[in-house]
Nanobody
Framework: QEQLVESGGGLVQAGGSLRLSCAAS????????LGWFRQAPGKEREFVAA???????????LYEESVKGRFTVSRDNAKNTVYLQMDSLKPEDTAIYYC?????????????????????????WGQGTQVTVSS
């Protein structure tokens, strides 16, 4: 059973930055596919970014179009933690942000890793952290 705990949310003005963290408890963290999703009030949950295990210490990053160039996903395998650095925040980024993990240890590939934008790929989810961006 994997546990994910997010932190780092808060209130920030438009144009500001936040860094979200998600700590995992498993022993094979380096092989996890890790995703970030968000859900705004009245809207469906949507994909934000992912760090996809390709093999060895190789990872592919994937981003939703609206956050490209502003958000960066990274991971520290020694700390079992994945991060989402969010810069140039906009009011429309306001949402609850969730991290998620696919612990199957099935390697992704460059050709099919887009499937990790699908929430159904992830079996484990954190409790979420609120991000509010004021205008």
């Amino acid at each position: 059973q994997e546990q994910l705990v997010e932190s780092g949310g808060g209130l920030v003005q438009a144009g500001g930055s936040l860094r979200l963290s998600c700590a995992a408890s498993g022993r094979t963290f380096s092989t996890y596919h890790l995703g970030w999703f968000r859900q705004a009030p009245g809207k469906e949950r949507e994909f934000v970014a992912a760090s996809i295990w390709i093999g060895s210490n190789i990872y592919r990053t994937l981003y939703e179009e609206s956050v490209k160039g502003r958000f960066t996903v990274s991971r520290d395998n020694a700390k079992n933690t994945v991060y989402l650095q969010m810069d140039s925040l906009k009011p429309e980024d306001t949402a609850i942000y969730y991290c998620a993990a696919d612990v199957s240890q099935n390697r992704g590939t460059y050709s099919d890793s887009d499937k990790y934008s699908d929430a159904d790929k992830y079996a484990y989810w954190g409790q979420g952290t609120q991000v509010t961006v004021s205008s």
